[in-house]
T-cell receptor
Framework: DAGVIQSPRHEVTEMGQEVTLRCKPI?????LFWYRQTMMRGLELLIY????????DSGMPEDRFSAKMPNASFSTLKIQPSEPRDSAVYFC????????????FGPGTRLTVL | AQSVTQLDSQVPVFEEAPVELRCNYS??????LFWYVQYPNQGLQLLLK??????LVKGINGFEAEFNKSQTSFHLRKPSVHISDTAEYFC??????????????FGQGTTLQVKP
């Protein structure tokens, strides 16, 4: 199994630009989570999906952030417009409802907004 | 609301020495507890988890943790560390009230620095 795949691994952009982060969960997993990691705030849950449906987006910081899951094998996290304070490592994780609570994390996308 | 506190931000230790990384949680309901490890430039990997049963949980790479309900703690231990254990360690909690979502609340992390 290839594990959770995220792309790109690194993204450098300028303030005001649109940024799209991508995630492919492990095949067969029915939950998908998006996290953000910063030195100041640690690891924060942004949003999670169950069977492609967003369940809880209370962690999404602002309207500039949006996430979609058009099918079971693909999700995107979009920031538009991006700001320097969005600089962070963004992780995607997935899990199967039959495996008690174990989330499998992707390698992360390191986003730098100049 | 749940919360997780990792009491040490950094723990320096010499190779082959024992180590304990401390974690306390706050929750009004029964909880499930986890330790994850993050190696440099990688995602998080599950070390071990407590769901029920024996309060002493063994995980990968020789780590173990003990669930103490009265002290609301879930400290991580290893009797002899290796250089390769240098990483960031995260304690996390999920409550039974979250149903089957497995939604996790993470602590701030502890950096374990193993010195030769």
């Amino acid at each position: 199994d290839a594990g959770v795949i995220q792309s790109p691994r690194h993204e450098v952009t300028e303030m005001g630009q649109e940024v799209t982060l991508r995630c492919k969960p492990i095949s067969g997993h029915d939950y998908l989570f998006w996290y953000r990691q910063t030195m100041m705030r640690g690891l924060e849950l942004l949003i999670y999906f169950n069977n492609n449906v967003p369940i809880d987006d209370s962690g999404m910081p602002e309207d500039r952030f949006s996430a979609k899951m058009p099918n079971a094998s693909f999700s995107t996290l979009k920031i538009q417009p991006s700001e320097p304070r969005d600089s962070a490592v963004y992780f995607c994780a997935s899990r199967h409802s039959g495996r008690a609570y174990e989330q499998f994390f992707g390698p992360g996308t390191r986003l730098t907004v100049l | 609301a749940q919360s997780v506190t990792q009491l040490d931000s950094q723990v320096p230790v010499f190779e082959e020495a024992p180590v304990e990384l401390r974690c306390n949680y706050s929750s009004s309901v029964s909880v499930y507890l986890f330790w994850y490890v993050q190696y440099p430039n990688q995602g998080l990997q599950l070390l071990l988890k407590y769901l029920s049963g024996s309060t002493l949980v063994k995980g990968i790479n020789g780590f173990e943790a003990e669930f103490n309900k009265s002290q609301t703690s879930f400290h991580l231990r290893k009797p002899s560390v290796h250089i390769s254990d240098t990483a960031e360690y995260f304690c996390a909690v999920s409550d039974e009230g979250s149903g089957n979502t497995g939604k996790l609340i993470f602590g701030q992390g502890t950096t374990l620095q193993v010195k030769p």
